[in-house]
């Protein structure tokens, strides 16, 4: 992608698009281009953009299976775990249910785990639960997924929200 700083021509959004149709396997979609005000600027109309790039007429296929596999590693390193299933975290979710039965064999394929594996992420785990334990001494109840931020955590690193509670029994059980 071209520099935000960078003056954009129509020439360069042009080449842009046509090199992320080639890549992408279908017509780039506007939420995911980068220039997409400039391009509807310098155009008139997204509509136009791609018409002028010789996309107007292409068939809107869905992604490539090598570009899902690069997007999912991608997000996946920006958020230090594989992304959980759904378009919260992966917004070509459903693209990839079209190719896959599963999204753990989706991330498989990707070379990745939908959990952690159970030596992964020790300190990660140390520090949810005793989020949650001075969370629950200030609340003086046990938190609900909902009101603790990195329940996502949770359920990468855990398995499940049932699993982490039994982690956090556990360490008031060594504690006490």
């Known amino acids: 992608m071209m520099d935000d700083t960078a003056v954009v021509t129509k020439e360069q959004i042009i ?3 046509q090199q992320l ?8 979609r506007r939420s995911l281009y980068n220039h997409f005000e400039k391009a ?3 155009f008139g109309s997204w509509p ?3 018409k002028a790039a010789g996309l107007e007429n292409e068939q809107k296929r869905f992604y490539k299976q090598d570009f899902l596999i690069a997007e999912v590693k991608r997000i996946s390193e920006q958020l230090g775990r594989p992304p959980i299933s759904g378009p919260h975290e992966f917004p070509l979710y459903m693209s990839v ?3 896959y039965d599963s999204w753990e064999a ?3 394929q990707a070379g990745l785990t939908k959990f952690a594996g159970e030596e992964e992420g020790k300190e990660v785990k140390e520090k949810l639960i005793l989020d949650i334990l001075e969370m629950e001494r200030i609340m003086r109840r046990f938190p609900t997924m909902s009101e603790f ?4 955590l949770v359920r990468y690193y855990f398995g499940s929200w049932k699993n982490f509670k039994a982690a956090c029994e556990e360490k008031k059980q060594e504690v006490s």
């Open 48 to 50: 136009d953009a791609l």
């Open 21 to 28: 149709a080639q890549e992408q396997g279908r017509v780039p």
């Open 149 to 152: 931020d990195d329940y996502r």
């Open 97 to 99: 249910m079209e190719y």
């Open 40 to 42: 509807r600027q310098l």
């Open 15 to 17: 080449t842009e698009l």
């Open 106 to 108: 989706f991330l498989e």
